[in-house]
């Protein structure tokens, strides 16, 4: 996969070129803020390479996914007590927005459910 699509946003977060509040790297993903955070933890992990979503990126790099964990965990370490809930929306109809796969790290608080 590309690393660096002018045509993704958040490709174009990971190269610098759009502005984040970045809280955690490592070579090969990047953590930052959400800018419409929902809970008083709200940071998104993605991998630097391009890939649209958690079901292609398992497939094509299960390291990366699990390297992608690990720094949604870390970041809720340091955050929020290490507890936390990691949402990856995949496909419209279940809210994805954004097409470069992203983990939500949500915590901070106690969680309520609700699927809608
Ligand atoms: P999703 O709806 O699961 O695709 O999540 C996309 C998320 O990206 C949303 O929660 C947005 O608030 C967030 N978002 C969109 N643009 C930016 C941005 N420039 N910086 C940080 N987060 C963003």
């Known amino acids: 996969m590309s690393t660096d699509r002018t045509d993704c946003l958040f490709c174009r977060i990971v190269a610098g070129d759009v502005p984040a509040t970045v ?3 490592t070579d090969r993903a990047v953590a930052f ?3 419409d955070p929902r809970a008083p ?5 993605v991998p630097r390479e391009h890939h649209p ?3 292609a990126l398992a497939a094509a790099d299960p390291a ?3 390297d992608v964990v690990a720094l949604g965990r870390q970041v809720a370490e340091a955050e929020a007590g290490g507890q ?3 949402v990856f929306n995949t496909g ?8 470069h796969v992203h983990g939500h790290v949500l915590g901070g608080t106690r ?6």
């Open 23 to 25: 809280v955690a790297t």
């Open 33 to 35: 803020r959400d800018i």
């Open 41 to 45: 933890l709200h940071v998104l992990v």
């Open 53 to 55: 979503d958690v079901v």
């Open 64 to 66: 990366l996914l699990a």
């Open 84 to 86: 936390f809930r990691l």
């Open 92 to 99: 419209p109809e279940a809210g994805q927005s954004v097409e």
């Open 111 to 116: 969680l309520g459910w609700s699927p809608g």
